[in-house]
C-alpha cells in the first residue's frame, strides 16, 4: 500500500454471543471427559451455544447492529457486507445478503467469505481493498458462527472445543499513520482433510448413508491441526512484521485466533511476544472460529484495554488450510 492511499480502520465494533453457556462440566456428563482435562489442553472453561431456530444471520445481524451504533453510522450507509463463516443459514441465499436485510444496509452489496477461522482477517483485508481503490467508503465486516450445529456431541476430542458467537466490525477509510500497516494471507488445501465438514455439498450430497456415518459433523485431525497451526500462525506474525520493518517489541496488543491456549502461547513465544501483551478469552467463549477476533477486539476496548495508538497484531489459522495475519494501528 501507498502513503497517499487510504487504509482501512476499525470504526466501531459489536459483539453478539447467545444467553446459554456450557461449562465444562457439562459435557462431562455425555461425553468421557472432565473439567481438569479440557482446561489443561485446551484452556476452555465455557462456551455459549444458541437454541431453537436462532441462525448465524441472527447473531451477525445483532452484532452488526451494536457495531453501527458504535460507530455513529446509519445502515443504508454502508457499501459492503461481508460475512466470514463456515456455517452459513443455508448454501444459497449467502448469509450476508441475510444479514444485510436484517441490520437495514438497503444499499449495501453483500456476500459471504468462506476461509475458516482466518474468515476475520480474509475480510477485513478485502475491506481495505475496496476502499484503498476508493469503490466504497465504508464496509460492515462481521464473524459469525453457530458451530453448535455441527458438532459431533459423541466426539469427546471435537465437541467441547466449539462455541457460537458473532463479532462485527465497521470498517473505514483513514489517513496514515493509523489504520492498517501491513496483513499476509496464506493458505495450502493439500491439508484440507485435516479439518473438513464431509458431507452435504456436491462431492457428497447428504443421503441416508451420509446422515447413519455421520459425515455432517466437524471431523479434525487434532494432532496435526494443532502442529500445523503453531508454524502458519508464527510464521505469518514473524512475515506481517518484517513487511512492516517491525518486531514483537513494537506490538501494544497481540490478537490471536482463540483455538486453543496453547497454540497461542507458542505463536506469541515464537514471535516473542510476552504473555502479557496476548488477550486471551478462550475460557469463556472456546473457539468461536471467524467470531474469535473481532469478539476480543471488542472485549479489549471495552475494558480499556486497547486504545488509541496502539499498534496492535492479529493472526488466525483455519481449515482449508488458510492463514493471515495483521497489523494495525489503533
Same mark, same amino acid.
Given at each position: 500500500m !501507498? /502513503?497517499?492511499? $487510504?487504509?482501512?480502520t476499525i470504526v466501531g465494533l459489536g459483539t453478539y454471543v447467545p444467553p446459554r453457556v456450557v461449562t465444562n462440566d457439562d459435557f462431562s456428563k455425555t461425553v468421557e471427559t472432565s473439567d481438569e482435562w479440557i482446561t489443561q489442553m485446551t484452556g476452555i472453561k465455557e462456551r455459549h451455544f444458541v437454541d431453537g431456530d436462532t441462525a448465524s444471520s441472527d447473531l451477525a445481524a445483532l452484532a452488526g447492529k451494536v457495531a453501527l451504533e458504535r460507530a455513529g453510522v446509519d445502515p443504508p450507509d454502508v457499501d459492503m457486507v461481508l460475512v466470514a463463516t463456515s456455517t452459513p443459514d443455508m448454501f444459497f441465499p449467502c448469509t450476508a445478503c441475510l444479514a444485510q436485510d $436484517? &441490520? #437495514?444496509a438497503k444499499n449495501a452489496f453483500a456476500y459471504d467469505v468462506s476461509a475458516g477461522c482466518s474468515g476475520f482477517i480474509y475480510g477485513l483485508v478485502i475491506a481495505h481493498q475496496f476502499i484503498a481503490a476508493g469503490t466504497i467508503e465504508t464496509a460492515l465486516v462481521i464473524g459469525a458462527e453457530t458451530l453448535s450445529r455441527f458438532a459431533d456431541m459423541t466426539d469427546r476430542n471435537t465437541c467441547v472445543l466449539f462455541g457460537d458467537g458473532a463479532g462485527a466490525a465497521v470498517v473505514q477509510g483513514c489517513d496514515a499513520p493509523r489504520g492498517l500497516l501491513a496483513y499476509h494471507l496464506g493458505g495450502d488445501g493439500k491439508l484440507g482433510d485435516l479439518l473438513k465438514f464431509p458431507a452435504g455439498g456436491t462431492k457428497m450430497p447428504a443421503s441416508h448413508e451420509t446422515v447413519d456415518? =455421520? %459425515?455432517?459433523?466437524? $471431523?479434525? +485431525? #487434532? =494432532?496435526q491441526v494443532y502442529a500445523n497451526a503453531v508454524k502458519a500462525m508464527s510464521d505469518s506474525t514473524l512475515r506481517v512484521l518484517e513487511k512492516a520493518g517491525l518486531s514483537g517489541a513494537d506490538v501494544d496488543?497481540? @490478537?490471536?485466533?482463540?483455538? +486453543? *491456549?496453547r497454540?497461542?502461547?507458542? &505463536?506469541a513465544e515464537r514471535a516473542r511476544l510476552p504473555m502479557e $501483551?496476548? @488477550? &486471551? +478469552? *478462550? /475460557? =469463556?467463549?472456546g473457539n468461536t472460529?471467524?467470531?474469535? *477476533?473481532? *469478539?476480543? %477486539?471488542d472485549e479489549?476496548? !471495552?475494558q480499556g484495554r486497547l486504545t488509541e495508538g496502539m499498534l496492535i497484531g492479529m493472526v488466525a489459522f483455519g481449515t482449508g488450510f488458510t492463514w493471515g495475519a495483521a497489523l494495525m494501528r489503533w
Open positions: !501507498t /502513503d497517499s492511499a $487510504k487504509r482501512a $436484517k &441490520v #437495514g456415518a =455421520r %459425515l455432517h459433523y466437524i $471431523k479434525m +485431525n #487434532g =494432532r496488543l497481540f @490478537f490471536p485466533h482463540q483455538a +486453543n *491456549i497454540i497461542m502461547e507458542a &505463536v $501483551k496476548v @488477550f &486471551v +478469552n *478462550i /475460557d =469463556r467463549y472460529s471467524a467470531a474469535s *477476533i473481532p *469478539i476480543a %477486539l479489549a476496548v !471495552t
